[in-house]
């Protein structure tokens, strides 16, 4: 069993910057491959950010690249999320997840593709 706990969420102005964290518990925390997904109230859950097992691969929806940085520290059994210039429609749910097998390369991006959750961390940007 993964644990997974989101923290950072807040309300910030459009133009400012949070910083997401996700630490998780149970299995060797390097044997996952880590996701950030979003939800906005009335649409489904759809990826952020994600970071393959290894570290060296990461991958962003087009929404929030080159605002969003997606990093993991194994010896902090923890994945961050730097997000940057925010805008009102980054508001919305974000979930932290984890898949425990597959390439140790590999960054997914499909919300279907990961096996365990956070209870997800609310950021909402004001305009």
């Known amino acids: 069993q993964v644990q997974l706990v989101e923290s950072g969420g807040a309300l910030v102005q459009a133009g400012g910057s949070l910083r997401l964290s996700c630490a998780a518990s149970?299995?060797?925390?390097?044997?996952?491959?880590m996701g950030w997904l979003r939800q906005a109230p009335g649409k489904e859950r759809e990826f952020v950010a994600a970071i393959s097992r290894s570290g060296g691969t990461t991958d962003y929806a087009d929404s929030v690249k080159g605002r969003c940085t997606i990093s993991r520290d194994n010896a902090k059994n923890t994945i961050y999320l730097q997000m940057n210039s925010l805008k009102p429609e980054d508001t919305a749910v974000y979930y932290c997840?984890?898949?425990?097998?597959?390439?140790?390369?590999?960054?997914?991006?499909?919300?279907?593709?990961?096996?365990?959750w956070g209870q997800g961390t609310q950021v909402t940007v004001s305009s």
């Open positions: 997840a984890a898949r425990v097998s597959g390439s140790p390369f590999r960054a997914y991006v499909h919300p279907d593709e990961y096996t365990y």
């Open positions: 149970g299995r060797i925390f390097s044997s996952y491959a």
